[in-house]
């Protein structure tokens, strides 16, 4: 099978929701010699945003957005072990979760997975973070950018409260913000303070590139 043919086959496993494709297909991906990079970026995540579309238009739902997620963690198990890079300088640190409330982990596990492909050093949380857990690991870690998700209306205030605190705290000024979620617009992240809203998992990682390589560079 050729390289293109592993990556279509790929993407299409993470749209049919396949456990067991993914897994076989990803071992077979990287024992024909295919680019892990291009396994996880042009054929895992572009499989994700077909997800996230047939939800949009409600061919699928919210099962099968989790499963998608789940189907995907499967198949980076096998394919992130051989990245390359895995022990270079890190870009930077970026500190991740989802704010208090919401249990969604879509988006913020793609992110993550994409930022540390990229060298990234990434703090991830996990779910339902409150506030003062998300601030104290700011300051403990010191992170160049701070990553929120929401994918619920009712958690997405958590985000401006999070940055307000980051504020109180004189914290805000060292830190970049970026927010992701379905139901976030930019509105919504000018409205709050945040530096940038990301597009998608993609769109968000390359803003991330473009901070630490221009640290003075404000949104």
């Known amino acids: 099978?050729?390289?293109?043919?592993?990556?279509?086959?790929?993407?299409?496993?993470?749209?049919?929701?396949?456990?067991?494709?993914?897994?076989?297909?990803?071992k077979e991906a990287i024992e024909a010699?295919?680019?892990?990079?291009?396994?996880?970026?042009?054929?895992?995540?572009?499989?994700?945003?077909?997800?996230?579309?047939?939800?949009?238009?409600?061919?699928?739902?919210l099962s099968e957005?989790?499963?998608a997620a789940e189907v995907m963690k499967e198949g980076l198990k096998v394919i992130t072990p051989y990245i390359k890079g895995e022990g270079a300088q890190?870009?930077?640190?970026?500190?991740?979760a989802t704010v208090e409330g919401d249990h969604h982990d879509l988006g913020k596990n793609i992110v993550t997975s994409l930022l540390r492909m990229q060298g990234f050093e990434v703090i991830d949380l996990g779910v339902d973070v409150a506030t003062e857990?998300?601030?104290?690991a700011v300051k403990e870690h010191q992170p160049s950018i701070l990553g929120m998700s929401a994918l619920l209306t009712l958690t997405m205030p958590k985000m401006g409260e999070v940055i307000k605190a980051l504020k109180a705290a004189s914290m805000r000024q060292k830190v970049k913000v970026i927010i992701g979620g379905?139901?976030?617009?930019?509105?919504?992240?000018?409205?709050?303070?945040?530096?940038?809203?990301?597009?998608?998992?993609?769109?968000?990682?390359?803003?991330?590139?473009?901070?630490?390589?221009?640290?003075?560079?404000r949104n």
């Open 1 to 26: 099978m050729s390289e293109n043919k592993y990556l279509a086959a790929l993407k299409e496993s993470i749209v049919a929701l396949d456990f067991a494709g993914v897994v076989k297909l990803a």
């Open 182 to 217: 379905t139901a976030i617009t930019q509105d919504f992240a000018a409205s709050i303070g945040a530096d940038h809203k990301a597009v998608n998992a993609l769109e968000g990682v390359k803003k991330c590139v473009e901070w630490v390589s221009s640290p003075g560079r």
């Open 133 to 136: 857990k998300i601030i104290g």
């Open 33 to 61: 010699g295919v680019d892990p990079n291009k396994a996880i970026n042009e054929s895992m995540v572009p499989g994700m945003a077909i997800v996230g579309e047939k939800f949009e238009k409600g061919d699928y739902f």
């Open 90 to 96: 890190k870009l930077g640190k970026v500190v991740i």
């Open 65 to 67: 957005l989790v499963v």
